[in-house]
Each structure stands twice: as structure tokens, then as C-alpha cells.
């Protein structure tokens, strides 16, 4: 399975509910970058995503998005391929 990456805040349901779905798809190993406890890593997803919103996912080297993107991956029937590598 591939590496999952998820930057996040501890209070933004986005976030809980994109993990919840990764864990139903068989995530077990789900690194969480809290951008809430560090600013500067807030800075480095700003950077590496283009984007400000949390959760951003990331999947292997694939930027996946939010949790908007990780569920319409999930409804196209993408996301267990891309998990699976």
C-alpha cells in the first residue's frame, strides 16, 4: 500500500472525515502533518499544494487535494487502485 500523507488541523471535520475514508479503504499507516502545532509547516503545504485549505492528501507522489477530491476519487472508483500503487 501505498504511503499516505494528510496535512491537517485537529478541529476541521474535512480532515476527520478524509481519514475516516482512508482507514475504511484499509489506510492503517497515515502520517498527519498538523499545520495547527507548527506554522511552518502550514508554509510547506502552501508551498508544495498551492493550496491554504486542510486536509491536503497526499498519496504516494500523487497530490490527491482535499477531502472534496479524496471522496469524488473514492466515487470514480479511483482511489483503491491509487492506495494500492
Known amino acids: 500500500m501505498q504511503k499516505v500523507v ?12 478524509a481519514e475516516a475514508l482512508l482507514k475504511a479503504r484499509g489506510v492503517t499507516d497515515l502520517e498527519k502533518i498538523r499545520v495547527d502545532h507548527d506554522p511552518s509547516q502550514r508554509q510547506a503545504m502552501i508551498e508544495r499544494t498551492g493550496r491554504r485549505t486542510v486536509p491536503q492528501i497526499y498519496i504516494g507522489a500523487t497530490h490527491v487535494g482535499g477531502c472534496d ?7 470514480r472508483d479511483g482511489l483503491l487502485p491509487l492506495l494500492n500503487g
Do not use: E
Open 6 to 17: 494528510m496535512y491537517s488541523t485537529d478541529y476541521c471535520p474535512y480532515c476527520q472525515r
Open 69 to 75: 477530491d479524496l471522496v469524488a476519487l473514492d466515487r
